[in-house]
């Protein structure tokens, strides 16, 4: 079965410290795309960095970025210097596309609380 | 501006009145989608549609139905609503599929009574 696992449930982190947050998956296929996406109280969803699989280069969004390990099939995402705004759900997910058909799966998504 | 719309974005409705969440993108994007958001357990993919006229269950399609008849909309039907759709809607969108940035609706609070 095609997963994602976010371990951390909640995590909090104070306000300009930096905090991780981690996610696997499991996944037979060797083409496919990871996002964190972010959830704040107002719903919308909103991409907060990608990466392809096919690169081995980590992908950086300002303060956030990667740490993307194939071989481990990890991908977490670390945010620098947390600001309030940051606090919100977080969604860890991939897509690929199999055969003709396509598939994005998310995790169940781990709550930033950021304290000031 | 570039943007996913969702109509309605709040509905209480009873046990079997159909009902149709419509979606609509302004970006000529080909690739489609809806999703179901419930607590626990993340997003889950209901239909997608890579086309106009093509589309394709997901891994929660029960009880669903879409239509893709133009490349802007992709509404979605539910014929018989239950109290276990209640749920938190998405409608997303990209250029293409695998490996395109979808982006998302405002979402569709949906209750059943």
């Known amino acids: 079965a095609q997963t994602v696992t976010q371990s951390q449930p909640e995590m909090s982190v104070q306000e300009a410290e930096t905090v991780t947050l981690s996610c696997t998956y499991d996944?037979?296929?060797?083409?496919?795309?990871l996002f964190w996406y972010k959830q704040p109280p107002s719903r919308q969803m909103i991409l907060v960095i990608r990466?392809?699989?096919?690169?081995?280069q980590n992908a950086t969004e300002n303060r956030f970025s990667v740490n993307f390990q194939k071989a481990a099939k990890s991908f977490s995402l670390k945010i620098s210097d947390s600001q309030l705004g940051d606090a919100a759900m977080y969604f860890c997910?991939?897509?690929?596309?199999?055969?003709?058909?396509?598939?994005?799966?998310f995790g169940k998504g781990t709550k930033l609380t950021v304290n000031p | 501006e570039a943007q996913v719309t969702q109509n309605p974005r709040y509905l209480i409705t009873v046990t079997g009145k159909k009902l149709t969440v419509t979606c609509s993108q302004n970006?000529?994007?080909?690739?489609m989608s809806w999703y179901r958001q419930d607590p626990g357990l993340g997003l889950r993919q209901i239909y997608y549609?890579?086309?106009?006229?093509?589309?394709d269950k997901g891994d929660v399609p029960e009880g669903y139905k879409v239509s893709r008849k133009e490349k802007r909309n992709f509404p979605l039907i539910l014929e018989s609503p239950s109290p276990n759709q209640t749920s938190l809607y998405f409608c997303?969108?990209?250029?293409?599929?695998?490996?395109?940035?979808?982006?998302f609706g405002p979402g569709t609070r949906l209750t059943v009574l």
């Open positions: 996944t037979s296929e060797s083409d496919y795309y």
């Open positions: 549609s890579m086309n106009v006229e093509v589309t």
């Open positions: 997303a969108s990209s250029w293409s599929s695998g490996t395109d940035t979808q982006y």
């Open positions: 997910a991939y897509r690929i596309r199999q055969g003709g058909s396509e598939k994005l799966v």
């Open positions: 990466q392809e699989a096919y690169k081995q």
């Open positions: 970006m000529n994007h080909e690739y």
